[in-house]
């Protein structure tokens, strides 16, 4: 028997079996029948050697399930790298930004400060010039009304005080 045939028997041979331990009506003599069945499509081969062989290839499946699992959980964990690498350059790039956008902030607020100060500066001395020329006015005109009172001039007045 080819190996072909041979597989083709065993498979049909494992799908009635599963059939049968699915199924409640299954009896003593329905095994038998699949155990001759599996003895006559053996052949030379035992069914230990068909077992065995199922076995083999059991342990081939668990080996390929395992590579591929193995596989799949590096390429997981390059990709978590690659994304915990990507999040930390774009975090170091938002602080690239905030730190490159303090120094003109800093400048515009230095700016404010100076031209706020001037301002000031500028307000105050227009309030002192305003308050010294009114007090300069209000004396003058005190004077004059002394003077006109008296009948003396500011300077007249000035020295009959010494």
């Keep these: 028997m080819t190996d072909i045939l041979l597989r083709g028997a065993l ?26 069945a599996l003895e006559r499509i053996a052949g030379k081969t035992t069914a230990i050697e068909v077992e065995m062989l199922g076995e083999e290839q059991r342990a081939a499946v668990s080996v390929e399930v395992a590579t591929s699992r193995d596989n799949a959980l590096q390429a997981i964990a390059a990709a978590l790298a ?18 490159a956008a303090l120094p003109p902030i800093a400048e515009a607020q230095g700016a404010a400060l100076v031209a706020i100060a001037t301002e000031r500066d500028a307000v105050l001395a227009a309030v002192a010039a305003t308050t010294e020329g009114a007090v300069a006015e209000v004396t003058e005109t005190a004077l004059a009304a002394v003077a006109t009172a008296s009948g003396l001039t500011a300077t007249s007045f000035f020295f009959n005080q010494l």
């Design 11 to 36: 498979s049909a041979l494992k799908t009635k079996i599963e059939a049968l331990a699915s199924s409640e009506t299954a009896t003593a003599e329905d095994l038998a029948m699949l155990g001759t």
């Design 82 to 99: 690659a994304a915990d690498a990507a999040l930390v350059n774009h975090i170091s790039g938002i602080n690239a930004a905030g730190t």
